[in-house]
Protein backbone atom coordinates (compact mmCIF):
# COMPACT_ATOMS: atom_id res chain seq x y z
CA UNK A 1 0.00 0.00 0.00
CA UNK A 2 1.04 3.44 -0.84
CA UNK A 3 0.84 6.68 0.04
CA UNK A 4 -2.01 8.69 -1.92
CA UNK A 5 -0.10 12.24 -0.82
CA UNK A 6 0.23 13.33 -4.54
CA UNK A 7 -4.10 13.58 -4.25
CA UNK A 8 -4.04 15.63 -1.44
CA UNK A 9 -4.30 19.22 -2.35
CA UNK A 10 -7.08 20.70 -0.84
CA UNK A 11 -7.45 20.86 2.79
CA UNK A 12 -10.42 21.67 5.05
CA UNK A 13 -9.91 22.78 8.35
CA UNK A 14 -13.10 23.24 10.29
CA UNK A 15 -12.75 25.36 13.61
CA UNK A 16 -10.99 28.68 13.26
CA UNK A 17 -9.98 29.14 16.62
CA UNK A 18 -6.55 28.73 18.19
CA UNK A 19 -5.58 25.39 16.54
CA UNK A 20 -7.64 25.39 13.49
CA UNK A 21 -6.15 28.86 12.48
CA UNK A 22 -2.27 27.55 13.06
CA UNK A 23 -3.00 24.51 11.48
CA UNK A 24 -4.71 26.13 8.69
CA UNK A 25 -1.71 28.75 8.32
CA UNK A 26 0.81 26.10 8.52
CA UNK A 27 -0.63 23.56 5.78
CA UNK A 28 -1.01 27.10 3.23
CA UNK A 29 2.85 27.46 3.83
CA UNK A 30 3.33 23.80 2.58
CA UNK A 31 1.75 24.76 -0.54
CA UNK A 32 -2.21 22.89 0.30
CA UNK A 33 -5.30 24.99 -1.03
CA UNK A 34 -6.70 25.49 2.06
CA UNK A 35 -10.53 26.66 3.14
CA UNK A 36 -11.15 27.46 7.13
CA UNK A 37 -14.53 27.06 8.32
CA UNK A 38 -16.34 28.45 11.22
CA UNK A 39 -19.85 29.35 12.67
CA UNK A 40 -19.64 33.08 11.87
CA UNK A 41 -17.93 35.28 9.84
CA UNK A 42 -16.74 37.52 12.78
CA UNK A 43 -14.45 34.00 13.71
CA UNK A 44 -13.59 34.05 10.42
CA UNK A 45 -11.82 36.98 10.39
CA UNK A 46 -10.59 37.24 13.80
CA UNK A 47 -8.74 34.08 12.43
CA UNK A 48 -7.24 35.88 9.90
CA UNK A 49 -5.72 38.28 12.03
CA UNK A 50 -3.94 35.54 13.62
CA UNK A 51 -2.58 33.79 10.57
CA UNK A 52 -1.29 36.86 9.32
CA UNK A 53 0.39 37.67 12.45
CA UNK A 54 1.72 33.86 12.50
CA UNK A 55 2.77 33.85 9.02
CA UNK A 56 4.79 37.10 10.02
CA UNK A 57 6.41 35.65 12.91
CA UNK A 58 7.28 32.55 10.88
CA UNK A 59 8.28 34.90 7.98
CA UNK A 60 10.88 37.05 10.13
CA UNK A 61 12.56 33.61 11.08
CA UNK A 62 12.69 32.18 7.96
CA UNK A 63 13.84 35.49 6.13
CA UNK A 64 15.44 37.47 8.87
CA UNK A 65 15.64 41.06 7.49
CA UNK A 66 14.62 40.54 3.93
CA UNK A 67 11.13 42.46 3.86
CA UNK A 68 10.94 41.40 0.40
CA UNK A 69 11.38 37.97 0.70
CA UNK A 70 9.15 37.90 4.00
CA UNK A 71 6.35 39.64 1.74
CA UNK A 72 6.37 38.07 -0.68
CA UNK A 73 6.19 34.37 1.75
CA UNK A 74 3.15 36.27 3.68
CA UNK A 75 1.22 36.73 0.63
CA UNK A 76 1.98 33.42 -0.98
CA UNK A 77 0.59 31.74 1.84
CA UNK A 78 -2.45 33.73 2.43
CA UNK A 79 -3.55 33.31 -1.54
CA UNK A 80 -3.79 29.66 -0.54
CA UNK A 81 -6.09 30.23 2.13
CA UNK A 82 -10.14 31.06 1.71
CA UNK A 83 -13.04 31.01 4.17
CA UNK A 84 -16.20 29.73 4.91
CA UNK A 85 -19.30 29.39 6.81
CA UNK A 86 -20.63 26.89 4.63
CA UNK A 87 -19.28 23.26 5.78
CA UNK A 88 -21.37 21.39 3.57
CA UNK A 89 -20.52 22.96 0.55
CA UNK A 90 -16.99 23.44 0.55
CA UNK A 91 -16.36 19.97 2.20
CA UNK A 92 -17.05 18.68 -1.44
CA UNK A 93 -13.52 19.71 -2.51
CA UNK A 94 -11.71 18.39 0.21
CA UNK A 95 -9.34 15.94 -0.11
CA UNK A 96 -8.09 15.53 4.04
CA UNK A 97 -10.60 17.38 6.34
CA UNK A 98 -9.28 18.59 10.13
CA UNK A 99 -11.44 19.07 12.46
CA UNK A 100 -10.83 21.39 15.04
CA UNK A 101 -14.23 22.48 16.64
CA UNK A 102 -14.67 22.47 20.41
CA UNK A 103 -13.68 19.34 22.67
CA UNK A 104 -17.30 18.08 22.67
CA UNK A 105 -17.76 14.49 21.84
CA UNK A 106 -21.75 15.03 20.25
CA UNK A 107 -20.51 17.95 18.80
CA UNK A 108 -17.68 16.34 16.80
CA UNK A 109 -19.86 13.15 15.95
CA UNK A 110 -22.50 15.72 14.58
CA UNK A 111 -20.02 17.41 12.31
CA UNK A 112 -18.63 14.23 10.85
CA UNK A 113 -21.58 12.63 10.27
CA UNK A 114 -23.08 16.24 8.42
CA UNK A 115 -20.36 16.01 5.96
CA UNK A 116 -19.72 11.79 5.81
CA UNK A 117 -22.19 11.95 2.48
CA UNK A 118 -21.35 14.71 0.89
CA UNK A 119 -17.38 14.43 0.76
CA UNK A 120 -15.41 12.42 -2.27
CA UNK A 121 -15.75 8.94 -1.27
CA UNK A 122 -11.39 9.39 -1.39
CA UNK A 123 -11.32 12.54 1.61
CA UNK A 124 -9.85 11.56 4.58
CA UNK A 125 -11.21 12.69 7.89
CA UNK A 126 -9.07 13.95 10.72
CA UNK A 127 -9.72 14.75 14.25
CA UNK A 128 -7.17 17.19 16.54
CA UNK A 129 -8.63 16.41 19.46
CA UNK A 130 -6.37 16.16 22.56
CA UNK A 131 -8.57 13.98 24.22
CA UNK A 132 -11.48 11.75 23.00
CA UNK A 133 -11.40 8.62 21.32
CA UNK A 134 -11.05 9.10 17.63
CA UNK A 135 -13.23 5.68 17.20
CA UNK A 136 -15.83 7.03 19.09
CA UNK A 137 -15.69 10.71 17.60
CA UNK A 138 -16.00 8.56 14.21
CA UNK A 139 -18.80 6.31 15.48
CA UNK A 140 -21.31 7.38 12.62
CA UNK A 141 -19.16 7.54 9.81
CA UNK A 142 -18.95 4.77 6.98
CA UNK A 143 -15.48 5.54 6.00
CA UNK A 144 -13.25 4.14 9.03
CA UNK A 145 -10.49 3.43 6.84
CA UNK A 146 -10.19 6.90 6.31
CA UNK A 147 -10.57 8.29 9.74
CA UNK A 148 -7.55 9.18 12.11
CA UNK A 149 -5.76 11.44 14.30
CA UNK A 150 -4.14 14.70 13.50
CA UNK A 151 -3.01 15.23 16.89
CA UNK A 152 -1.20 18.99 16.79
CA UNK A 153 0.14 21.27 19.42
CA UNK A 154 -0.21 24.81 20.18
CA UNK A 155 1.43 27.03 18.84
CA UNK A 156 1.25 25.20 15.60
CA UNK A 157 3.87 26.92 13.98
CA UNK A 158 6.06 26.49 16.44
CA UNK A 159 5.62 22.75 17.80
CA UNK A 160 7.42 20.32 15.60
CA UNK A 161 5.44 17.32 16.62
CA UNK A 162 2.34 16.14 15.40
CA UNK A 163 0.79 12.76 16.75
CA UNK A 164 -0.95 10.26 14.04
CA UNK A 165 -3.72 8.41 15.91
CA UNK A 166 -4.77 5.11 14.01
CA UNK A 167 -7.83 3.59 15.29
CA UNK A 168 -8.13 -0.41 13.95
CA UNK A 169 -9.76 0.41 10.65
CA UNK A 170 -7.69 3.10 9.58
CA UNK A 171 -6.00 1.85 5.67
CA UNK A 172 -2.25 1.76 5.51
CA UNK A 173 -2.97 3.95 2.36
CA UNK A 174 -4.54 6.18 4.91
CA UNK A 175 -2.03 6.24 7.38
CA UNK A 176 0.69 6.69 5.22
CA UNK A 177 -0.84 9.85 3.06
CA UNK A 178 -0.86 11.34 6.32
CA UNK A 179 1.90 10.73 7.69
CA UNK A 180 3.28 12.03 4.84
CA UNK A 181 0.92 15.18 5.17
CA UNK A 182 2.48 16.02 8.69
CA UNK A 183 5.92 15.55 6.76
CA UNK A 184 4.81 18.39 4.08
CA UNK A 185 3.44 20.49 7.10
CA UNK A 186 7.17 20.26 8.68
CA UNK A 187 6.21 18.22 11.55
CA UNK A 188 7.67 14.70 12.76
CA UNK A 189 5.13 11.96 12.80
CA UNK A 190 4.84 9.81 15.76
CA UNK A 191 2.31 7.14 15.56
CA UNK A 192 0.10 6.15 18.86
CA UNK A 193 -3.27 3.91 19.05
CA UNK A 194 -6.65 5.34 20.14
CA UNK A 195 -5.39 4.89 23.40
CA UNK A 196 -6.30 7.75 26.43
CA UNK A 197 -4.22 11.51 25.98
CA UNK A 198 -1.65 9.54 23.25
CA UNK A 199 1.67 10.08 24.24
CA UNK A 200 2.33 13.28 25.24
CA UNK A 201 -0.71 14.07 27.33
CA UNK A 202 -0.78 10.76 28.68
CA UNK A 203 2.58 10.90 29.81
CA UNK A 204 2.26 15.22 30.79
CA UNK A 205 -0.92 14.83 32.88
CA UNK A 206 0.29 12.78 35.98
CA UNK A 207 3.32 14.72 35.95
CA UNK A 208 1.84 18.13 36.29
CA UNK A 209 -0.57 16.87 38.67
CA UNK A 210 1.59 15.58 40.77
CA UNK A 211 3.54 18.68 40.82
CA UNK A 212 0.52 20.59 41.93
CA UNK A 213 -0.20 18.02 44.58
CA UNK A 214 4.05 18.33 45.90
CA UNK A 215 3.13 22.04 46.12
CA UNK A 216 -0.37 22.06 47.89
CA UNK A 217 1.56 19.22 50.48
CA UNK A 218 4.14 21.85 50.62
CA UNK A 219 6.70 19.45 49.55
CA UNK A 220 8.46 21.83 48.17
CA UNK A 221 8.17 25.69 46.42
CA UNK A 222 6.86 26.20 42.78
CA UNK A 223 10.43 27.46 42.35
CA UNK A 224 12.54 24.94 43.58
CA UNK A 225 10.08 22.48 42.09
CA UNK A 226 10.70 24.08 38.41
CA UNK A 227 14.74 24.56 38.97
CA UNK A 228 14.90 21.08 40.14
CA UNK A 229 13.33 19.75 36.83
CA UNK A 230 15.33 21.88 34.99
CA UNK A 231 18.23 21.01 36.28
CA UNK A 232 17.65 17.83 37.92
CA UNK A 233 15.46 16.55 34.59
CA UNK A 234 16.90 18.22 31.44
CA UNK A 235 13.05 20.02 30.79
CA UNK A 236 13.40 22.86 29.54
CA UNK A 237 10.77 24.59 31.32
CA UNK A 238 9.53 23.56 34.64
CA UNK A 239 6.17 22.69 35.30
CA UNK A 240 4.31 25.17 36.94
CA UNK A 241 6.24 27.60 34.14
CA UNK A 242 4.74 25.08 31.94
CA UNK A 243 0.94 25.47 33.45
CA UNK A 244 1.62 28.95 33.10
CA UNK A 245 2.48 28.72 29.09
CA UNK A 246 -0.57 26.17 28.23
CA UNK A 247 -3.29 28.00 30.63
CA UNK A 248 -4.64 26.80 34.24
CA UNK A 249 -8.01 26.55 32.46
CA UNK A 250 -6.44 24.31 29.96
CA UNK A 251 -5.37 22.31 32.88
CA UNK A 252 -7.76 22.23 34.89
CA UNK A 253 -10.26 20.78 32.14
CA UNK A 254 -7.20 18.42 31.05
CA UNK A 255 -7.59 17.39 34.83
CA UNK A 256 -11.30 16.89 34.91
CA UNK A 257 -11.27 15.58 31.97
CA UNK A 258 -8.54 12.31 33.71
CA UNK A 259 -10.52 12.70 36.93
CA UNK A 260 -13.93 11.14 35.04
CA UNK A 261 -11.93 8.85 33.10
CA UNK A 262 -10.46 7.49 36.60
CA UNK A 263 -12.91 8.48 39.30
CA UNK A 264 -10.27 6.44 41.46
CA UNK A 265 -6.58 7.48 40.57
CA UNK A 266 -5.99 10.15 43.00
CA UNK A 267 -3.44 11.55 40.76
CA UNK A 268 -6.45 13.50 39.23
CA UNK A 269 -8.67 13.88 42.08
CA UNK A 270 -9.68 18.14 42.13
CA UNK A 271 -7.42 20.41 43.07
CA UNK A 272 -8.16 23.34 45.25
CA UNK A 273 -5.51 25.67 44.07
CA UNK A 274 -5.96 24.83 40.73
CA UNK A 275 -9.79 25.61 41.06
CA UNK A 276 -9.27 29.13 43.00
CA UNK A 277 -6.83 30.31 40.39
CA UNK A 278 -9.28 29.61 37.54
CA UNK A 279 -12.48 31.22 40.01
CA UNK A 280 -9.96 34.27 40.56
CA UNK A 281 -8.74 34.26 36.83
CA UNK A 282 -5.38 33.87 37.43
CA UNK A 283 -5.36 31.35 33.89
CA UNK A 284 -1.12 31.94 33.50
CA UNK A 285 0.66 34.40 30.99
CA UNK A 286 -2.71 35.02 28.94
CA UNK A 287 -3.80 36.89 32.03
CA UNK A 288 -0.69 38.40 33.22
CA UNK A 289 -0.71 36.04 36.21
CA UNK A 290 -0.90 32.78 37.00
CA UNK A 291 1.77 30.56 39.00
CA UNK A 292 3.97 33.42 38.18
CA UNK A 293 3.06 37.38 37.73
CA UNK A 294 3.94 38.54 34.53
CA UNK A 295 2.56 41.97 35.10
P1 LIG B 1 -11.07 27.14 20.22
O1 LIG B 1 -12.20 27.30 21.17
O2 LIG B 1 -10.00 28.17 20.17
O3 LIG B 1 -11.68 26.99 18.74
C1 LIG B 1 -12.77 26.19 18.40
C2 LIG B 1 -13.48 26.85 17.23
O4 LIG B 1 -14.41 25.93 16.67
C3 LIG B 1 -14.28 28.10 17.61
O5 LIG B 1 -13.89 29.18 16.80
C4 LIG B 1 -15.73 27.69 17.37
O6 LIG B 1 -16.56 28.75 16.94
C5 LIG B 1 -15.56 26.65 16.28
N1 LIG B 1 -16.67 25.70 16.17
C6 LIG B 1 -17.36 25.10 17.15
N2 LIG B 1 -18.28 24.27 16.62
C7 LIG B 1 -18.14 24.33 15.28
C8 LIG B 1 -18.80 23.70 14.18
N3 LIG B 1 -19.77 22.82 14.37
N4 LIG B 1 -18.42 24.02 12.94
C9 LIG B 1 -17.43 24.92 12.73
N5 LIG B 1 -16.78 25.54 13.71
C10 LIG B 1 -17.12 25.25 14.97
O7 LIG B 1 -10.46 25.69 20.51
P2 LIG B 1 -8.98 25.16 20.25
O8 LIG B 1 -8.13 25.39 21.45
O9 LIG B 1 -8.52 25.62 18.94
O10 LIG B 1 -9.23 23.57 20.21
C11 LIG B 1 -9.87 22.96 19.12
C12 LIG B 1 -9.62 21.46 19.18
O11 LIG B 1 -8.22 21.21 19.17
C13 LIG B 1 -10.17 20.79 20.43
O12 LIG B 1 -10.62 19.50 20.09
C14 LIG B 1 -8.95 20.68 21.33
O13 LIG B 1 -9.00 19.61 22.24
C15 LIG B 1 -7.85 20.42 20.30
N6 LIG B 1 -6.50 20.80 20.71
C16 LIG B 1 -6.29 21.95 21.44
C17 LIG B 1 -5.01 22.30 21.83
C18 LIG B 1 -4.75 23.56 22.60
O14 LIG B 1 -3.63 23.72 23.10
N7 LIG B 1 -5.72 24.48 22.71
C19 LIG B 1 -3.84 21.45 21.47
C20 LIG B 1 -4.19 20.32 20.63
C21 LIG B 1 -5.48 20.02 20.31
Redesign the pocket.
Known sequence: MTSNIENIKNVVV???????SGIAGMAAVAGFQVTI???DKK?LEK?KEQIAITLERVGRKKFKQNETKINEFIQNSLRNISDSTD?LEVVKNADIVIE????NLE??Q??FQSIDKIAKPSAIFA??????PIREISKNSTRLDRFCGL????PVAVMKLLEVIRIPETSETTYKTVMDFGAKMGKTCVTCKDTPGFIVNRLLLPYMSESVRMLERGDASKEDIDMAMKLGAGMPMGPFELSDL?GID?MKNARDFYHRMAPENELFFPSPLINKMVQEGKLGLKTGEGFYNYK
Open positions: VGAGLMGVDLLSLAIVEAKKMSNTSALHFFNVT
